[in-house]
């Protein structure tokens, strides 16, 4: 259950990886820096809440370490990268979220010729609500729900034995009551095994895609165009235009580094930078303690989210694991817990099958 060995020696892939660095930090430098004014001004918020147990423990230092089915969320180039035997995997995640708020996540790998094919689907159920009108305040008998949703279709490959490559294109939805926006985006993730004790880094750019408009009935209105003329038409209907939002575009870059390495025992320590469209510039860390027994493998996992975040609710994060190894499949089970302040707190977790 360990990654492949990359490349004895230097490679081209690794001599580039300096000027791999400057790319990132000029892309990121590009990004306005008052981009803390911008909170809240993105459409579909649910994309940045972090998928899995794996990835939320870890504080969303995440990008260099995804593998498996769950990668399609954090960084698609990671769902090329095979651990032992397994090929292809399946993962499934119930976050019981804050607010009574459900999110779901489901994906697949499989193998694809030299790459890996992956779906993902994830969807957020807000509960329902009253209709409430300033006539009837207590609420008209009626109740309203809200909604988001996402489909996935991923193509990942090893480019060489240390360099992975993969890409998403998705369709992401909202809605609430009977008004809707839907758009289209792609995320694109690389992977790199440095060769050097284990150290990998990875980039990945989410959410790239189309703006968002809310549409539908509740956007029609009955109006009168002359009201100074009697005998017109005084139920002409119209549409409200509604404002166009961006999707919540980020760029994250990451590194994983093995700390100590005994029989048994691992201490991998992560790290990632994010910036996105409607925030600062920040980093998220993470630590990982793994035992490895042979069939089964514990790992406890703990995270610091928004580290340079002021007014945040929380940043720690807790976690753990288990995996079992039979008859060439690997099975396993992954808990999250992220204590709020104000919030209550919120719990994750995962099964995930791979083969």
Do not use: C
Not at 162 to 175: L, N
Not at 181 to 203: E, K, P, Q, Y
Not at 232 to 255: K, Y
């Amino acid at each position: 259950m360990t990654d492949s060995p990359g490349p004895s020696g230097p490679t081209p892939m690794h001599r580039s990886l300096p000027a791999l660095f400057a790319l990132a930090l000029a892309v990121l430098l590009a990004v306005p820096a008052d981009g803390q004014e911008r909170v809240g001004t993105t459409a579909a918020p649910f994309l940045t809440l972090g998928t899995g147990a794996r990835g939320q423990s870890l504080g969303h230092a995440y990008t260099a370490a995804a593998t498996g089915a769950d990668a399609l969320f954090w960084n698609p180039a990671g769902a090329a990268i095979r651990e032992g035997r397994q090929s292809g995997s399946a993962f499934l995640t119930q976050h019981e979220w804050i607010a009574d708020i459900r999110y779901n996540a489901a994906a697949v790998t499989v193998p694809m010729g030299s790459g890996v094919l992956g779906l993902s689907l994830a969807s957020v159920a807000y509960g329902r609500d009253e209709v409430r009108t300033e006539q009837q305040p207590e609420g008209t008998g009626d109740t309203f729900g809200a909604s988001d949703f996402s489909f996935g279709l991923t193509y990942a490959q090893a480019l060489t034995d240390a360099f992975y490559f993969g890409g998403t294109a998705k369709v992401v939805r909202q809605s609430i009551w009977d008004m809707s926006a839907t758009g289209v985006a792609a995320d694109f993730g690389i992977n790199l095994d440095t060769g050097f004790n284990g150290v990998r880094i990875a980039a990945s750019i989410q959410n790239f895609g189309s703006k968002m408009q809310m549409g539908g009935i509740n956007a029609q209105r009955f109006i009168d165009i002359s009201e100074a003329n009697a005998g017109n038409n005084e139920n002409v209907t119209a549409e409200l235009d509604m404002t166009e939002w961006d999707m919540p575009l980020s760029f994250r870059f990451g590194a994983s580094a093995p700390l100590i390495r005994t029989a048994g025992f691992e201490l991998i320590a992560l790290a990632d930078a994010q910036q996105t469209n409607d925030n600062v510039l920040n980093a998220d860390l993470g630590g990982l303690l793994r035992y490895d027994a042979g069939p089964v493998a514990l790992e406890l996992r703990g995270g610091y989210r928004d580290a340079f975040v002021e007014d945040v609710d929380n940043h720690l994060s807790f976690g753990g694991g288990v995996r079992a190894q039979t008859a060439g499949y690997e099975v396993g089970v992954d808990v999250a817990y992220l204590p709020f302040d104000f919030l209550g707190s919120a719990t994750i977790f995962d099964v995930r099958f791979e083969f």
